[in-house]
């Protein structure tokens, strides 16, 4: 189950000019304000014509300029979710949930409205209405109405940008679990980089209306050529990691491809595999292995890859094993470092640097 999308559009402000495939999976529209992450969206909903390209979910063509097909909204088998939940709030939550099947004239079905609910862990929320629910509860409930209306692709437009950090942290894990078991493509928009490490299976990162990088989540995200699309700020890399202890001092100890992690109160049972993001500006160089440090967390690498600009700074990407770490540096200290692709090098990272909203299932 695949998406194919090729799309050309010229407005005002830029011209949107984006090839891609997003495969089952989370796939993440990422960039900055203004990129064109919606804009492909509403192409693929069927609410925004392009002027050139074609889309084609699942084999089944939805828009072909060159065909002049254009299937409508309603005939493309698709669920939306907005930023704002848009529930009716003359209903309650199962009244909202049925909507779709309702006005599709068919019946629904129990087990699969069961399933729906117990994923995204609205049982209780069943009897009330939108007004008395939090945004992350409304958030979810949209979500279930969309998937009820049986669709063969899941659209979320920032689903978490009207909501605030407590709010995120709940719902989060309820979109891991989505990710994991409803069984269909979803294009998920977002321009937060921690939503994307933790959620997405593939990113295709956009800038001024153009794909600029376009591959799976944990190669994207430690390329610093896709920095300038990111922000300086925002760089880092995810890498994978296993639990393999709870300590009695609070420390959960994590095996990655590079060593061992010690992070503070990491939520999961031992054996459980999760995503970690590292920032690059959290990260300090040493060619040796560190001695009468307080850092607890050293993983061992080479250096593939080292970058600067007209700035003070350098950018370090690290192969640990198969996967990347990016470290962000002074150009000074790489200097004095002697620094070069293929050197050994060990990456220092703070416990407490990693936040708990970087860490996911």
């Known amino acids: 189950m695949t998406l194919e999308v090729s799309l050309r559009h010229h407005f005002e402000a830029f011209r949107l000019d984006v090839d891609f495939n997003a495969p089952m999976g989370v796939t993440a529209l990422f960039g900055k304000s203004g990129a064109g992450k919606t804009c492909v969206v509403q192409a693929v909903a069927g609410l925004l014509r392009p002027d050139a390209g074609r889309i084609v ?22 669920g939306y979710v907005f930023q704002d939940a848009r529930l009716f709030p003359h209903m309650s939550v199962t009244e909202n949930l049925r909507y779709a099947a309702r006005v599709q004239g068919r019946r629904g079905v129990p087990a699969e409205e069961a399933r729906v609910v117990e994923m ?16 992350g509860e409304r958030q979810r409930v949209a979500i279930g109405r969309a998937l009820l209306a049986e669709p063969a692709l899941l659209l979320l437009d920032e689903p978490m940008a009207a909501l605030d950090e407590a709010r995120k942290a709940e719902i989060l894990p309820y979109l891991e679990r989505l990710r994991d078991a409803a069984g ?22 956009l800038q001024e209306g153009q794909v600029v ?9 430690s390329d610093p050529d896709v920095v300038p699309a990111l922000g300086v700020q925002d760089a880092g890399a995810m890498i994978h990691a296993r639990i393999v202890a709870h300590h009695p001092d ?10 061992r992690l010690f992070l503070p109160g990491v939520s999961g049972a031992v054996g459980a595999c999760l995503r970690v993001r590292i920032r690059a500006q959290d990260v300090i160089l040493s060619r040796g292995v560190p001695e009468g440090l307080s850092a607890l967390n050293v993983l061992a690498g080479r250096i593939v890859s080292l970058r ?8 370090v990407r690290i192969a640990c094993d198969e996967e990347h770490i990016l470290a962000r540096i002074t150009r000074r200290s790489a200097e004095a470092m002697g620094l070069a692709e293929g050197d050994a090098i060990h990456a220092i990272v703070k416990s407490v640097s990693v936040a708990q909203g970087d860490i996911g299932g």
């Open 184 to 205: 269909l493509p979803i294009l998920f928009v977002s321009h937060a980089v921690s939503e994307v490490a933790r959620l997405a299976t593939t990113v295709v990162v």
């Open 250 to 259: 609070g420390l959960s100890e994590l095996q990655t491809c590079g060593g």
């Open 57 to 78: 979910l699942n084999g089944t063509c939805l828009f072909d300029s060159a065909a002049r097909i254009d299937l409508p909204v309603h005939r493309r088998r698709l």
């Open 308 to 315: 600067t600009g007209e700035g003070s700074g350098a950018l």
């Open 213 to 221: 990088r376009h591959g799976p989540t944990a190669d994207v995200l």
């Open 120 to 135: 995204l862990g609205i049982g209780d929320l069943l009897a009330r209405r939108p007004a008395g629910l939090s945004g």
